[in-house]
């Protein structure tokens, strides 16, 4: 049974002692479920308290936002895939669209971070997506395989250790959600493109706008193996909420 992945995008909020006090809440909250994973992706410095705080709990595990391709170095403000799994980090988010578009990350950027979190053995979660004009224009999975040829010369076994969250930019923070079915053309697209290349199984997570009210019609989505949630995971009863969402038979 692959299980549910619910994975929280705390972007450039709660630091540690906030992130310790959100855990105290959620943890009343929240009860594990074999047939789920609860994630946190809590800022670079929030990661050694959420790591703390979740570790008597196997069902929760913790993933950094952004890391550098590089080992170590002279890279200022950077973080490295080894220090991230030092602080508690399991994975990490790649490519996430304001990675992108607000600080001009290359999908080829992508692709180096891809392979440093695997040298690392942490699991990368690349997030793609593409942005309003670009699906007007018919372009949403020409934009997707753009994307995903950033993981081009890896093999079978490699990618599949990679997750996939396909998040439409234009449904990130403003409060409009990918149809289910929107979102499935765009995951079987995904599941193609690695299908193509023999990986018979990849997980596929939606991001994008995902609220308590609308997370249980997206994860009734067979395409749709889990959600990556940012707003709406920063307060504890709503987190608790879509954490507890039912699963499709
Ligand atoms: P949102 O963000 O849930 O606030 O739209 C999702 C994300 O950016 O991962």
């Not at 450039?12 to 074999?34: D, N, T, V």
């Not at 969250?165 to 990918?178: F, Q």
């Not at 609220?211 to 009734?220: F, G, M, S, Y």
């Not at 749709?224 to 507890?244: E, K, M, N, Q, R």
Request: aromatic share 6%; charged share 25%; with cysteine.
């Amino acid at each position: 049974m692959t299980k549910l992945m619910l994975a929280a995008n705390w972007k450039m909020h709660l630091g540690p002692e906030a992130a310790r006090g959100f855990l105290h809440a959620y943890l009343q909250r929240h009860r594990s479920a074999p047939d789920r994973e609860v994630w946190f992706f809590p800022s670079a410095v929030a990661l050694e308290a959420v790591a703390q705080a979740t570790r008597d709990r196997r069902d929760i595990r913790v993933g950094a936002q952004n890391v550098h391709w590089e080992a170590k170095g002279a890279f200022t403000g950077e973080l490295s895939v080894s220090m991230a799994a030092e602080a508690g980090a399991a994975a990490a988010l790649v490519g996430h669209s304001e990675r992108r578009h607000v600080f001009g990350e290359t999908d080829d950027e992508a692709g180096r971070k891809v392979r440093a979190v695997l040298t690392g053995g942490l699991t990368p979660m690349l997030c793609v997506g593409e942005r309003i004009e670009e699906r007007d224009a018919g372009q949403t999975l020409a934009v997707v395989a753009r994307q995903l040829a950033a993981l081009g010369g890896l093999d079978a076994a490699t990618l599949g250790r990679i997750v996939v969250a396909y998040e439409p930019v234009w449904a990130i923070g403003t409060g409009k959600t990918a149809t289910p079915a929107d979102a499935a053309e765009v995951h079987a697209a995904i599941r193609r493109w690695f299908a193509d290349r023999g990986v018979r199984s990849v997980r596929v997570l939606y991001g994008g706008s995902v609220k308590p009210e609308n997370a249980a019609e997206l994860v009734a989505e067979r395409e749709i193996d889990g959600l990556l949630v940012g707003g709406a995971s920063l307060d504890p009863a709503s987190w608790a909420a879509i954490t507890a969402v039912r699963a499709p038979d």
